[in-house]
């Protein structure tokens, strides 16, 4: 079984950074390509970016340049860098892995959601 724990929102002022951290475990060998979702109050999730498995990244226009993905498969962890932040980042933020298996089967997860809030 696979879990994934999201971790690090919070109450954010503009300008300043969080690092969204999702991480999994379980019975899988490795993160193979990641996104980042977000939903904000009243408005349709949205992808802010995404990691191929081959580690091309592409990013929302609205957050490129503040925003970096990153996976690190030694802690099995996938993350979200939000630096220079506006009261517009203000969501819920959700991680989507897939997950490789030892029988080389990709599995796609969604994290529980953690609440990034972006206010002075």
């Known amino acids: 079984q696979v879990q994934l724990v999201e971790s690090g929102g919070g109450l954010a002022q503009p300008g300043g950074s969080l690092r969204l951290s999702c991480a999994a475990s379980g019975s899988f060998f490795r993160i193979n390509a990641v996104g980042w979702y977000r939903q904000a109050p009243g408005k349709e999730r949205e992808l802010v970016a995404s990691m191929t498995s081959g580690g091309t990244t592409t990013y929302a226009d609205s957050v490129k340049g503040r925003f970096t993905i990153s996976r690190d498969n030694a802690r099995k962890t996938a993350y979200l860098q939000m630096n220079s932040l506006k009261p517009e980042d203000t969501a819920v933020y959700y991680c989507?892995?897939?997950?490789?298996?030892?029988?080389?089967?990709?599995?796609?997860?969604w994290g529980q959601g953690t609440q990034v809030t972006v206010s002075s």
């Open positions: 989507t892995p897939d997950l490789i298996d030892l029988g080389g089967h990709e599995q796609g997860f």
